[in-house]
């Protein structure tokens, strides 16, 4: 049955939609009660939380609705009745969450902090902000009051701008907030014509990618700055996969340099994006899909996202000093990062024998090195592919698994980076249960105040990731074998 043809909402939908919407209200209450506000204290724990007056309801509230909200878009993670009532769902579980303070993290403070020091002519990547002396320095995460920003210009010169427009810190992070949702708005607008080229009903698209838990948790109420990477990023894709050459369109290169440029713009919010631009670079290749025709086309995006990278480093006056900046991204060690948590169980195990053996950080490194051949590899099998098939939809999967990757080998994992291959797996004929199920377990990973329950599950957590690595690999090397 085509995507636009399903009959209106089943009882079942309907419910599901009243469901969610009813946690969601529940997620907004426990925001007032104890979400991320400016003044509440760092450094606490569930049991601290519990024992304050209104901790109990708090925790109730954030349970009960994060459990309503995960059930009602498990349901429909085959797909909603229709794209209109996906995006309409979407927007009514998203509606509670914008008029709740801050929820899920504090990072939206360290953003407002680093949109004060550049407004106030400091620069971000040269100190951090409590030495920049930004007045709401005591709102933001101990661990990231002395780091630089480890985010682009373009994402700096907008947090400035929230600053500007929102004078006080209330206002800022009003502000951010809209630019969040204005991210989300743009990926929205994307998704039917990704979908459409990708082979997908745009029904489940949108659902899978719009209407989970971590988007309006953490995209919305949270207004982090991974809703305006995805906007961009999956602007970008739609362009080069689009290839405008129609009459009154652009001409090819003139749409190749624009679909790099927005993909620069992505890459300078924050700098994940650039390993999807090699997958980019493939949708934007003419038949026939020679070598040839890989550098002559390829030139053109590549030649307008280091445009836009070199343009707004230059003009914003901060150079490239965000590229220092991300060598502090790794400074949390949870064990929700599998290197991390195999780090840890690797000295776990040096402990039972009086070692030390500091594992982590080695572990780390050989991970990112597996992720350079991974990625490496899933290009050519993509390219390979598309000289096979020219479809469109080989070089959005190949674009998602390397989004899984990143997330999968980086040093670092919080819920809400689970949104960057969930957009664009959302986009691809693979089974939605094995990614969307992460997806619900990382919705209850952090508390309303920002609380990350990681810290509180190291050993566990670390030795049951690790767990879960063995048994996917064992299963894997099985498959692998002949017969």
Same mark, same amino acid.
């Given at each position: 049955?085509?995507?636009?043809?399903?009959?209106?909402?089943?009882?079942?939908?309907?419910?599901?939609?009243?469901?969610?919407?009813?946690?969601?209200?529940?997620?907004?209450?426990?925001?007032?009660?104890?979400? #991320?506000?400016?003044?509440?204290?760092?450094?606490?724990?569930?049991?601290?939380?519990?024992?304050?007056?209104?901790?109990?309801?708090?925790?109730?509230?954030?349970?009960?609705?994060?459990?309503?909200?995960?059930?009602?878009?498990?349901? *429909?993670?085959? &797909?909603?009745?229709?794209?209109?009532?996906?995006?309409?769902?979407?927007?009514?579980?998203?509606?509670? *969450?914008?008029?709740?303070?801050?929820?899920?993290?504090?990072?939206?403070?360290?953003?407002?902090?680093?949109?004060?020091?550049?407004?106030?002519?400091?620069?971000?990547?040269?100190?951090?902000?409590?030495?920049?002396?930004?007045?709401?320095?005591?709102?933001?995460?101990?661990? %990231?009051?002395?780091?630089? !920003?480890?985010?682009? +210009?373009? =994402?700096? *010169?907008?947090?400035?701008?929230?600053?500007?427009?929102?004078? &006080?810190?209330?206002?800022?992070?009003?502000?951010?907030?809209?630019?969040?949702?204005?991210?989300?708005?743009?990926?929205?607008?994307?998704?039917?014509?990704?979908?459409?080229?990708?082979?997908?009903?745009?029904?489940?698209?949108?659902?899978?990618?719009? !209407?989970?838990? @971590?988007?309006?948790?953490?995209?919305?109420?949270?207004?982090?700055?991974?809703?305006?990477? @995805?906007?961009?990023?999956?602007?970008?894709?739609?362009?080069?996969?689009?290839?405008?050459?129609?009459?009154?369109?652009?001409?090819?290169?003139?749409?190749?340099?624009?679909?790099?440029?927005?993909?620069?713009?992505?890459?300078?919010?924050?700098?994940?994006?650039?390993?999807?631009?090699? =997958?980019?670079?493939?949708?934007?290749?003419?038949?026939?899909?020679?070598?040839?025709?890989?550098?002559?086309?390829?030139?053109?995006?590549?030649?307008?996202?280091?445009?836009?990278?070199?343009?707004?480093?230059?003009?914003?006056?901060?150079? =490239?000093?965000?590229?220092?900046?991300?060598?502090?991204?790794?400074?949390?060690?949870?064990?929700?990062?599998?290197?991390?948590?195999?780090?840890?169980?690797?000295?776990?195990?040096?402990?039972?024998?009086?070692?030390?053996?500091?594992?982590?950080?080695?572990?780390?490194?050989?991970?990112?090195?597996?992720?350079?051949?991974?990625?490496?590899?899933? %290009?050519?099998?993509? %390219?390979?592919?598309?000289?096979?098939?020219?479809?469109?939809?080989?070089?959005?999967?190949?674009?998602?698994?390397?989004?899984?990757?990143?997330?999968? @080998?980086?040093?670092?994992?919080?819920?809400?980076?689970?949104?960057?291959?969930?957009?664009?797996?959302?986009?691809?004929?693979?089974?939605?249960?094995?990614?969307?199920?992460?997806?619900?377990?990382?919705?209850?990973?952090? @508390?309303?105040?920002?609380?990350?329950?990681?810290? =509180?599950?190291?050993? +566990?957590?670390?030795?049951?990731?690790? #767990?879960?690595?063995?048994?996917?690999?064992?299963? #894997?090397?099985?498959?692998?074998?002949?017969?």
């Amino acid at each position: 049955m085509a995507d636009g043809s399903v009959p209106a909402a089943s009882l079942a939908a309907s419910g599901a939609r009243y469901v969610g919407l009813a946690g969601a209200a529940l997620l907004a209450v426990a925001g007032h009660l104890g979400g #991320a506000l400016p003044d509440a204290p760092l450094g606490v724990t569930p049991a601290s939380i519990w024992r304050t007056p209104d901790g109990p309801a708090t925790l109730t509230c954030w349970l009960v609705g994060t459990a309503l909200l995960v059930g009602a878009w498990w349901s *429909l993670r085959d &797909g909603a009745p229709s794209t209109g009532w996906a995006y309409v769902t979407a927007g009514l579980w998203a509606l509670p *969450l914008l008029f709740t303070p801050p929820m899920g993290s504090r990072d939206v403070y360290s953003y407002a902090c680093q949109g004060w020091t550049y407004a106030h002519g400091v620069d971000p990547y040269a100190v951090g902000v409590a030495a920049a002396g930004c007045p709401w320095v005591d709102t933001v995460a101990p661990i %990231w009051r002395d780091t630089p !920003a480890p985010y682009g +210009p373009v =994402f700096v *010169l907008l947090a400035a701008l929230a600053v500007g427009l929102g004078g &006080g810190l209330t206002g800022t992070i009003v502000a951010l907030r809209v630019i969040a949702v204005a991210g989300l708005l743009l990926a929205a607008l994307c998704l039917p014509g990704l979908a459409r080229a990708a082979g997908v009903p745009t029904r489940r698209a949108a659902w899978l990618a719009l !209407a989970g838990p @971590l988007v309006g948790v953490h995209l919305v109420a949270g207004a982090h700055n991974d809703a305006v990477m @995805l906007g961009l990023l999956l602007c970008g894709l739609l362009v080069a996969i689009r290839r405008p050459v129609r009459p009154g369109a652009l001409p090819l290169a003139g749409g190749l340099l624009l679909a790099g440029a927005l993909l620069g713009l992505a890459v300078t919010v924050k700098a994940t994006a650039v390993v999807v631009v090699p =997958f980019a670079v493939l949708a934007g290749v003419r038949r026939p899909y020679t070598v040839r025709a890989l550098v002559r086309d390829g030139s053109w995006l590549v030649g307008g996202l280091v445009g836009a990278v070199l343009v707004t480093s230059v003009l914003s006056g901060l150079g =490239f000093g965000w590229v220092g900046g991300l060598t502090h991204s790794g400074d949390s060690e949870q064990w929700t990062s599998p290197p991390t948590a195999v780090g840890f169980v690797v000295d776990y195990a040096g402990a039972l024998v009086g070692r030390d053996p500091q594992a982590v950080p080695v572990v780390r490194a050989a991970a990112l090195l597996l992720l350079a051949g991974v990625l490496v590899v899933l %290009w050519w099998r993509t %390219w390979r592919a598309l000289r096979r098939l020219n479809d469109a939809r080989v070089v959005v999967r190949g674009a998602a698994l390397a989004l899984v990757a990143t997330v999968v @080998l980086s040093p670092v994992f919080h819920p809400w980076y689970a949104t960057w291959p969930l957009a664009l797996l959302a986009l691809t004929a693979l089974r939605t249960t094995w990614y969307a199920l992460p997806a619900a377990v990382a919705a209850f990973l952090a @508390l309303p105040d920002g609380t990350n329950l990681a810290r =509180f599950t190291k050993a +566990p957590g670390a030795l049951a990731m690790t #767990a879960l690595l063995l048994t996917v690999l064992l299963r #894997a090397t099985r498959r692998s074998r002949p017969g």
